[in-house]
């Protein structure tokens, strides 16, 4: 593809430094000279029988003064196009020239050819460009002397354009572009680093630009073995990798990188803008766009990689198998200020975790695609996440925000996972894997599919740990508009909120076959919807409810509250109030084997009967209390563990202390006091001690003084 201008005079810039550094290596030895001499180039002035000591007698070729300078020289080149082969110790046309740095020499580029101090070059206007195209015949049509893609490279160019190696710590790049090097070689290191080829290097490289750079691994830039190699103010543009790293690669190295952007590069493996191997890299403020790669997009990270990268963006970048902005393999990354935008690709769409435990702070996955995993795709990864922001996240099949599978056991910290959306698990999709999630909120998350579900949150087979968490406004077509279990999940939720999800199948929570076992301490259903079971819906489990609230939650046919079917919850301090249905059980259904255990439970305020039987339902209690009578109470008479057709006296539902919203028994209600024999949770919903008086209360809520009360429910 073509770059625009303001990149093409970047790339230049880039090219013409790196140039003059790589003839530094590759020069042979000369006689020592006193340090701190100055060397001018000028392409277009200079002359091969000039001493190269001023701008009026400057050299010819950049090769004149890298053959000369010796430690702590300089060399100030002019603003022109300048090939590895001229001037210097190689042949014409010889694929071998190559420009290449010194320990102690520094080349500048982006000189008009007048100037007297360093700081009045202007590397924008005044493009040094360092070409590999030795046979001068590569495609030229807009007459920049750059190649903007590698369609340019016409015939046998450069292997590498610069070169630094050995102990080049001290070598100094600035300035330049580097354009058009072909690293097409079938042996190493003839098959690395078309622009830049570094090995055993630690030059530090600055204010260069690398456009259409060819290579088997590292198209713009190699670096192999290099100890500490820094790379400050560079662009990538449109350089190309057979294998990995189509603009740069990294193999048992360690590099610096600070303010630099890749774009529009490719690689046939691995890393389209930067692959990097078994190495220690420290990025600060990066931009990566239109990369592509079968694996890592704009980057990859394999072999025990460790990368700590700070402010940065990767936005629309392609993977065709994974990890459409970044794909980390065996690898620890460090991520902290990202944004992930319009990446896409099969699998993690934003990013593919593989065998890998990366650090992620504050950082933003929004409106990335994939098939599994829009935002996020890990597979037997641990990741840990905090102060995240995943949004309008998508995924044709699971997982729109995040897919976790294969004991991806994520930790998920202070964070907001909305507007995202997949055929099951619209926020979230767990498969064999427990992640924990602590300060969550999944906002309007949808499940489109027909026969799946879990607008917020689908877990086959697996048992999430919730603290402090929200499912709001969640959809899903089928089942489980906040969260659908199946299949063995058992999930553990403590001070959780399900408020104004919907579903086909339980609105609030689905839990479906394979005895789903489901645990849930302080948690409220509030304004949830579906046909059957608008807070909860249960076929074939068996969930544990502690201190559970459940508050106007309707369901178009059986199940306000909650709908039971083969299924036997165990309800302990669990309220029912003012949940609706149009049939019967506005507030608990149970059929086909539905035996809930209800256990110091409120029943009350139920459109269309607080508790009801169906064919093969069947009820038991201990301490429970049911406003309705009759056939509205399951069938239960008083003094057989029921008290019925009385009222429990709530409040509204409101803030009384504690994570979750609940209702508060009144001063009078025949709730107070009522468990005579003390079996009650050691705390209420608020997470108030129980008993407060000589025996526990029925309901999820403890009867305090509001006066008493108020400041421990501040404190918690």
Not at 416 to 440: I, K
Not at 543 to 548: A, F, G, K
Request: proline residues 4%; contains cysteine; hydrophobic residues 35%.
């Amino acid at each position: 593809m073509k770059i625009n201008c303001w990149l093409q005079v970047c790339l230049r810039l880039a090219a013409v430094l790196f140039l003059l550094a790589a003839m530094l290596g590759s020069a042979p030895r000369h006689p020592v000279r006193a340090a701190g001499t100055r060397y001018y180039v000028r392409g277009n002035g200079g002359s091969v029988s000039n001493s190269g000591l001023s701008w009026n007698d400057a050299f010819k070729y950049l090769q004149q003064a890298l053959t000369v300078a010796n430690s702590g020289d300089e060399i100030w080149v002019a603003a022109g196009v300048y090939y590895p082969d001229d001037g210097g110790p190689y042949p014409s046309d010889s694929r071998n020239a190559t420009f290449t740095l010194e320990d102690g020499v520094a080349i500048y580029g982006g000189f008009a050819g007048t100037e007297t101090l360093l700081s009045q070059r202007n590397f924008t206007v005044n493009l040094t460009i360092l070409s590999g195209d030795v046979d001068n015949n590569d495609f030229n049509g807009d007459g920049n002397f750059i190649a903007e893609s590698i369609a340019d490279i016409v015939g046998s160019n450069a292997y590498h354009v610069v070169t630094t190696s050995g102990n080049a710590s001290t070598a100094i790049l600035d300035g330049l572009v580097i354009t058009a090097g072909k690293a097409d070689g079938n042996t190493d290191p003839l098959n690395k680093g078309g622009g830049v080829y570094a090995y055993q290097s630690s030059a530090t490289l600055r204010n260069l630009a690398f456009s259409a750079n060819y290579a088997g691994s590292g198209g713009g830039l190699a670096g192999v073995d290099c100890p500490a190699l820094s790379l400050t103010k560079a662009d990538f543009v449109n350089n190309y990798a057979l294998f990995e790293g189509g603009g740069l690669a990294l193999i048992n190295s360690t590099l610096t990188l600070t303010n630099v952007m890749l774009g529009g590069n490719e690689a046939g493996s691995s890393g389209g803008g930067m692959d990097n191997s078994n190495s220690t890299i420290s990025i600060n403020n990066a931009i990566f766009t239109d990369n592509l790669a079968p694996l890592g997009g704009a980057m990859a990270n394999r072999f025990n990689t460790r990368l700590d990268l700070v402010n940065g963006t990767f936005s629309s970048n392609y993977a065709s198998s994974g990890g459409g902005g970044m794909y980390n393999q065996n690898s620890r990354p460090t991520l902290s200020n990202l944004t992930f935008t319009d990446n896409r690709s099969p699998v993690g769409g934003g990013m593919y975790n593989l065998n890998s435990n990366p650090t992620l702070l504050f950082n933003t996955f929004r409106d990335n695609q994939a098939d599994f995993g829009g935002g996020l795709s890990n597979d037997n990864s641990r990741p840990v996440i905090q102060f995240g922001l995943f949004e309008g996240n998508y995924a044709s099949d699971k997982g729109g925000a995040v897919h976790n599978l294969n004991g991806s056991n994520l930790s998920l910290l202070s964070s907001t996972v909305r507007n995202n959306q997949a055929a099951a698990g619209g926020g979230m999709y767990n498969y064999l894997s427990n992640p924990d999630l602590t300060n969550v909120d999944f906002q309007n998350n949808r499940a489109d599919s027909a026969s799946l579900g879990g607008g917020g949150m689908y877990n086959y087979s697996s048992s999430p740990v919730l603290s402090r968490v929200t499912f709001n406004g969640n959809t899903a077509s089928n089942a489980g508009g906040g969260m659908y279990n199946y299949l063995g999940s058992h999930p553990q939720l403590t001070d959780v909120t399900f408020s104004g999800n919907t579903a086909q199948n339980g609105g609030g929570m689905r839990n479906h076959s394979g005895n789903n076992q489901p645990e849930l301490n302080r948690v409220t259903f509030v304004g949830n919807e579906a046909a059957f079971g608008g807070g909860m819906s249960n076929d074939n489990s068996a969930p544990r409810l502690t201190n559970v609230t459940f508050s106007g939650n309707y369901a178009s046919h059986f199940g306000g509250g909650m709908m039971n079917y083969q299924s036997s919850p165990l309800l302990w301090n669990v309220t029912f109030y003012q949940n609706a249905s149009e049939d019967p059980g506005g507030g608990l259904y149970n059929s086909n084997g539905g035996l809930p255990f209800l256990r110091n439970v409120i029943l009350a305020g139920s459109v269309n009967g607080d508790c009801v039987n169906g064919p093969g339902g069947v009820v038991a209690g201990e301490y429970t209390l049911v406003q309705d009578s009759g056939v509205n109470a399951c069938g239960a008479v008083n003094g057989f563990g029921f008290t019925v057709g009385v009222n429990p006296e709530l409040g509204p539902l409101a803030s009384n202390g504690g994570f979750t919203q609940t209702h508060a028994l009144l001063k009078d209600s025949p709730a107070i006091d009522a468990v005579l024999n003390n079996n009650c949770p050691n705390e209420d919903q608020r997470g108030v001690t129980r008993p407060q008086k000589a025996y526990c209360d029925v309901g999820a809520v403890e009867y305090t003084d509001p006066l008493l009360v108020f400041l421990p429910l501040v404190r918690k």
